[in-house]
């Protein structure tokens, strides 16, 4: 019989978040909001050829766009995330947030709340966001074991806050080392990962988190 993912999408698609986040201050002073300097890759890999080819980090699938820039306006970002307690935090990746001046996230259920920057990590792109004042939302598992290559997935994420989209694949390899800093060492995934789903959970059969969507890499 043919695998379905309905029952385990159905319990683990409304910890999954949408992420917007809005960069306006350095735009308005008349600088660029993507310079070779924000570049935080190692230098002729393949994600600052992402970054230079783009002006952001385009190899991700949760970019920056919008009117940034010299001359003012504001730059955008999109991205996903997903809860981790029921009183709000949720994690992401550092590259969604990185420089925001205000984030937003966006629930299953379309409702839109303000959220704050915790912390952030750069080397491992993961960031920890917080919305305060609810304490019902319902979040994800992380996974204690470990993704075995072959082991089925389900990729969730939440682009533009139009309500959660899931991606079925395997485990393709593990340790893939892509350039990408010093703690270089993903899994890969043949589920299609797509613009606006970094930040977003991969997801085993038991509905627990067994890694963070963060890199298209082809």
């Known amino acids: 019989q043919p695998i379905g993912f ?21 735009a308005t002073t008349g600088e660029s909001t993507a310079s070779p300097e924000d570049n935080p890759f190692p230098p002729n890999s393949p994600m600052e050829r992402f970054f ?11 970019g920056r766009g919008g009117r940034g820039g010299r001359g003012g306006g504001q730059m955008t ?29 966006t629930t299953d259920d379309g409702k839109v709340h303000t959220a704050k920057v915790i ?8 960031a920890l966001i917080k919305v305060d004042g609810i304490s019902n939302f319902p979040y994800a598992k992380l996974s204690e074991g470990t993704a075995r290559i072959g082991d089925w997935l389900q ?3 939440n682009p533009f806050g139009l309500g959660g989209t899931v991606t079925a694949g ?23 990962v797509n ?24």
């Open 6 to 26: 309905a029952d385990i999408v159905e319990r683990v698609k409304p910890s999954v978040i949408s992420v917007r986040v809005r960069v306006g201050e350095k």
């Open 52 to 62: 230079r080819r783009f002006g952001g980090p385009d190899g991700f699938p949760g």
């Open 77 to 105: 970002g999109q991205g996903s995330g997903f809860f981790i307690s029921a009183d709000g935090y949720a994690v992401t990746n550092n590259h969604v947030v990185d420089g925001a001046d205000k984030v937003e996230v």
């Open 119 to 126: 912390g952030t990590d750069p080397r491992t792109d993961l």
């Open 155 to 157: 990729a969730v994420g």
């Open 170 to 192: 395997i485990v393709s390899a593990r340790g893939r080392d892509i350039g990408a800093g010093p703690y270089d060492d993903f899994l890969q995934i043949d589920a299609a």
């Open 195 to 218: 613009r606006g789903n970094s930040g977003g959970p991969a997801f085993n059969l038991n509905g627990e988190v067994v890694g963070i969507n963060t890199a298209i890499f082809s």
